[in-house]
């Protein structure tokens, strides 16, 4: 079966680092994606990897290696405005979007 | 980025009707579109695949008879939730499907429709 696999929740400090791993296992790979959704709100778009390697866009980074079935979304100097839940998706042979459940995070100051 | 806008985004109906939840594109062509519903704290679920101009693609255990979808044009899909009940309440996206400049075939979401059926 299809599964894509993170954590379901974090907590980080304000200024610091946090890394979010999603790991997955689907019929089909056509590129990984990560949304950001705030309690309420619908998914905004974050990124999107199809090669190995790291893709930096600001704070945020994310990572891929397909050989693992593995990305980690990396986001830097972590501020309030980051508590949310973060979301994995990887488009599958179909090109239809398998979802992970969501990684809550959680900024302390 | 693409804009995706949803309408209403939140409907309060009384048990036994139906309710219509509109989806559109604004700055972009849309040739497919997904509906979601996401329960608290959990997280989405695809309901259906709208293309345009044919019969929407239902996931398994959604009644097709029960949440109509019509995808009439490239920049609007509608949801109809018939005859709802109080389980229907729940927190329904859409998503609309953009191919961007690179190529990258990625789904932009509208802000969703809260839905509380009484």
């Known amino acids: 079966g299809q599964n894509i696999d993170q954590p379901t929740e974090m907590t980080a400090t304000e200024g610091a680092i946090v890394q979010i791993n999603c790991t997955y296992q689907?019929?089909?790979?056509?590129?990984l994606f990560w949304y950001q959704q705030h309690a309420g709100e619908a998914p905004t778009f974050l990124s999107y990897?199809?090669l190995d390697g790291l893709e930096e866009k600001g704070r945020f980074s994310s990572f891929l290696s397909r050989s693992k079935g593995y990305s980690y979304l990396l986001l830097k100097e972590l501020q309030m405005k980051d508590s949310a839940s973060y979301l994995c998706?990887?488009?599958?042979?179909?090109?239809?979007?398998?979802w992970g459940a969501g990684t809550k995070l959680i900024i302390k100051p | 980025g693409a804009v995706v806008s949803q309408h209403p985004s939140r409907v309060i109906c009384k048990s036994g009707t139906s309710v219509k939840i509109e989806c559109r594109s604004l700055?972009?062509?849309?040739?497919?579109m997904f509906w979601y519903r996401q329960f608290p704290k959990k997280s989405l679920m695809l309901m259906a695949t709208?293309?345009?101009?044919?019969?929407?693609?239902?996931e398994q255990g959604v009644e097709k008879d029960k949440f109509l979808i019509n995808h009439a044009s490239l920049t609007l899909s509608t949801l109809t939730v018939t005859s709802a009940h109080p389980e229907d309440s729940s927190f329904y996206i859409c998503?609309?499907?953009?191919?961007?400049?690179?190529?990258?075939?990625?789904?932009?979401f509208g802000p969703g429709t809260r839905l509380l059926v009484l």
């Open positions: 689907t019929s089909g790979f056509n590129g």
């Open positions: 709208s293309n345009e101009g044919s019969k929407a693609t239902y």
């Open positions: 998706a990887v488009s599958d042979s179909n090109y239809q979007l398998i």
């Open positions: 700055d972009f062509q849309a040739t497919t």
């Open positions: 990897n199809v």
């Open positions: 998503s609309a499907r953009d191919l961007a400049g690179d190529s990258v075939e990625t789904q932009y």
